[in-house]
């Protein structure tokens, strides 16, 4: 139990882990947060889940050298971004941006979504339909008929 304990402790206090090298950081500390803010956004290629300011790959650390150098060189941050994705392809954005090209990857879930809400509806309703009651024999309705006086 009180491993457990620390186990949790550690877990709560635990900030996540930067891959970003003190000898890469900037000294102007406006001009790194927008490397940050830059970084944050781009995928790593390597590891592909992660951003490539979380990410130890050394091809991430490129990256973010390179992000950090279109900085000093006096780029606005959309620049960088376009610089990158022009030489890496928009698979290096985390957010891919929403366009003909990236439709079914933005519209494909609420596809799938509605396709299957239609077919659970459909479902039920043909369920209902099948449990309900079902068709009169020729002799129950002649009984039925018999009974409420109709001939």
């Not at 300011?53 to 620049?79: I, N, W």
């Not at 879930?109 to 024999?137: C, D, H, N, S, Y």
Request: aromatic share 4%; with cysteine.
């Amino acid at each position: 139990m009180r491993v457990l304990t620390i186990l949790l402790c550690l877990l709560l206090t635990g900030t996540p882990a930067r891959a970003v090298q003190p000898d890469e950081v900037l000294p102007d500390a406006a001009l790194e947060q927008r490397a940050r803010d830059i970084s944050a956004e781009l995928r790593c290629l390597v590891c592909q889940n992660e951003s490539i300011d979380d990410s130890d790959a050394p091809l991430a650390r490129d990256l973010r050298l390179l992000v950090r150098e279109r900085l000093v060189a006096g780029d606005g941050d959309r620049e960088v971004t376009d610089f990158i994705v022009a030489r890496y392809g928009e698979f290096v954005l985390l957010r891919p941006v929403f366009g003909l090209h990236t439709a079914l990857l933005w519209l494909g879930p609420v596809i799938v979504l509605a396709f299957g809400a239609v077919a659970l509806v459909r479902g039920a309703r043909r369920r209902r339909q099948e449990a309900g009651t079902p068709a009169l024999t020729p002799e129950e309705k002649a009984r039925l008929d018999a009974i409420l006086g109709q001939d």
